[in-house]
């Protein structure tokens, strides 16, 4: 069995929920605040070892009571905070979500996680077998150097490019998958995108991105499913039908498992229809990391 090395941000999510969101300008009346453990770097991890892999997780808290109880959570989901380091005099990761109608909006202030850096990522001894899972919530220079280790190594090397933010071909260079929803997707390949397009609209835009023929691309469409380009051949995996209450761990619910399932020897396409078995759970519930399904939960879908 391979392990999972995840490096990423690590955030406390206040999330105020309402029945729509408010215009520019506009001030609306919610219906209650929540405090969820999140963080893509986090959120991944957690969804990793939920799903039965070895999950390690590289990055940095505030030493803050946000951080405190970040460390606390982790812990008890069974993710190594071994190489997570508690930073002075900076608080930790904090994201502002609003909830409306299922749908968020999503304001992130960085703090530890901006200090991530090239000799955080240099602990883990990285071998053979084992996936190393990156998202732009941390400095792009650092994963870099931890692909590159990665790579050296010869273990798996999965990038989600969340939030959508510009990245040269050197970073892409270093992917073996790719895992991005339209948006990113969108940005990356200088084109035009929208969720309700045609599923061959996002195959074509894939072939625009500045990356080898050789990666596993998949392009996660929310109810839709997931396109997946293996090969350079297009495969649609159809979404299932559940009644969606908050979609914000879905993308990272879909990293983590198909990390885990590569961790564990999987082929890619039993791993991509295992991620996406996963993501259908994870929005039916609230929050982003406490909302991440167990193995058994997922099976059961698989199995129904």
């Known amino acids: 069995m391979g392990r999972v090395f995840v490096a990423g941000s690590i955030n406390m999510d206040v999330v105020?929920?309402?029945?729509?969101?408010?215009?520019?300008?506009?001030?609306?009346?919610?219906?209650?605040?929540h405090y969820f453990p999140g963080g893509k770097g986090a959120n991944q991890a957690v969804a990793v070892a939920?799903?039965?892999?070895?999950?390690?997780?590289?990055?940095?808290?505030?030493?803050?009571?946000?951080?405190?109880?970040?460390?606390?959570?982790l812990t008890a989901q069974g993710v190594d905070l071994a190489l997570v380091k508690d930073t002075p005099d900076i608080h930790t990761g904090t994201a502002v979500i609003t909830i409306a109608d299922a749908d968020n909006t999503i304001v992130v202030v960085p703090g530890a996680n901006a200090l991530v850096s090239d000799d955080d990522v240099a602990g883990p001894a990285l071998a053979k077998g084992d996936v190393a899972v990156s998202q732009f919530e941390i400095p792009q220079p650092t994963i870099v150097a931890f692909f590159k280790r990665a790579r050296a190594a010869g273990a798996i090397t999965i990038l989600n490019p969340a939030p959508a933010i510009a990245c040269?071909?050197?970073l892409l260079d270093l992917v073996d998958i790719l895992i991005l929803n339209e948006t990113e997707l969108g940005l990356l390949a200088q084109t035009e995108l929208q969720e309700t397009d045609d599923p061959a609209r996002f195959a074509e835009a894939t072939r625009r991105l500045p990356i080898g023929p050789d990666k596993i691309i998949c392009v996660t469409l929310g109810k839709r499913g997931v396109l997946a380009l293996v090969g350079g051949e297009p495969s649609l995996f159809a979404g299932r039908a559940v009644k969606?209450?908050?979609?914000?761990?879905?993308?990272?619910?879909?990293?983590?498992a198909l990390a885990a399932q590569l961790a564990n020897g999987k082929a890619i396409r039993d791993a991509i229809e295992h991620a996406n078995a996963a993501a259908s759970i994870c929005v039916q519930r609230m929050g982003a990391a406490p909302s991440l399904p167990t193995a058994a939960e997922v099976a059961a879908v698989l199995s129904s």
Request: net charge neutral; glycine share 18%; proline share 5%.
């Open 16 to 33: 105020a929920t309402a029945d729509r969101h408010p215009k520019i300008g506009e001030t609306v009346a919610g219906k209650a605040v």
């Open 50 to 73: 939920k799903l039965g892999a070895p999950s390690t997780l590289i990055g940095r808290l505030g030493m803050d009571a946000f951080g405190q109880q970040l460390r606390q959570f």
């Open 168 to 170: 040269g071909p050197e």
């Open 244 to 256: 969606a209450v908050d979609t914000t761990g879905a993308g990272d619910c879909f990293v983590g």
